[in-house]
């Protein structure tokens, strides 16, 4: 039964999607069709049972590349990790980091564009709360933008399998020579993939629709699971517009407010990555 060689861990809203995109494009790397394996926040004795059903593709194969898997929330959780480590001892991570208050500012988006929070973004990040977001192990704003702690948990566990990149040199794709040369895989010149940018929606009310319970369980009898990553975000994309929303600026006092909160996971952020931020301090 293969198990995950690689899994990006997080933090959530920092390009993590488009760069399990961009390196599953490297002829060595089999990634997941499924984007957010989050059977990994659960019992691993499920596995088995999951692969089966969202990835009958890779039961029983003989051989397979570098496996790859995703869950930007990961890296926040003790029980996680210590999941992905008891799967693959051998297990090598990946967490994107990114300026707290921008990575906020994206997830607010990210929300809106699906039906999950009608509040402005200055109401939103004061309330640290996501109105929709019942269901999601991370419920606030500032929680992902919180790093020392998610840092030092993930070197505890990983030491020297472990990587730190800059969400700028995730977009830039200037790491990723680095990258394959911690995941061990031969050097490829692959596209960097872009992807998951939130998008304005054409209609509010048809996003909070779609995340209904009565549609989250329609959903479910009708589309098979390893589809239904990919039937979401189709929905997505057809109900939103071209352009990515226009986001005003926040308030200066509310902004220096919460870059002043995070100091302490910028400075965590800056010795993780080995280089100084100082367009995060402001």
């Known amino acids: 039964m293969p198990f995950p060689d690689a899994v990006i861990i997080g933090a959530q809203k920092a390009a993590t999607t488009g760069l399990y995109d961009t390196l599953a494009g490297h002829p060595d790397v089999v990634a997941l069709q499924v984007q957010e394996a989050v059977i990994l926040h659960g019992d691993i004795g499920e596995w088995g049972g999951w692969l089966r059903r969202y990835e009958p593709r890779l039961t029983g194969a003989p051989e397979h590349g570098t496996l790859l898997a995703k869950l930007a929330t990961a890296m926040y959780f003790d ?33 809106v564009q699906r039906g999950l929070e009608r509040r402005t973004p200055e109401d939103a990040l004061r309330a640290d709360d996501i109105e929709g977001a019942y269901d999601w192990r991370l419920s606030s704003y500032g929680e992902g933008s919180r790093y020392a702690a998610a840092i030092d948990r993930v070197r505890r ?55 209904l319970p009565a549609a989250r369980t329609l959903a479910r009898s009708a589309v ?37 909160r995070h100091l302490g996971d910028v400075l965590a952020a800056e010795e993780a990555l080995g280089k100084a931020l100082p367009s995060w301090r402001c």
């Open 79 to 111: 029980d996680t990790l210590a999941n992905i480590l008891a799967m693959n001892g051998r297990a090598r991570v990946i967490a994107i980091l990114r300026h707290p208050v921008d990575r906020m500012l994206s997830l607010h988006r990210y929300a």
């Open 224 to 260: 098979p699971a390893r589809w239904r990553d990919g039937v979401r975000d189709r929905f997505d994309t057809w109900n939103s517009t071209s352009s990515a929303p226009v986001q005003l600026p926040l308030p200066a006092a509310l902004r220096a407010e919460l870059v002043e």
């Open 157 to 211: 566990l990983f030491a020297e399998n472990a990587l730190f990149v800059d969400y700028a040199d995730v977009h830039s794709g200037a790491c990723l020579p680095a990258i394959q040369r911690f995941l061990q895989l031969p050097s490829r010149d692959i596209p960097t993939v872009r992807a998951n940018e939130s998008r304005t929606p054409r209609s509010l009310a048809l996003a909070r629709a779609a995340r």
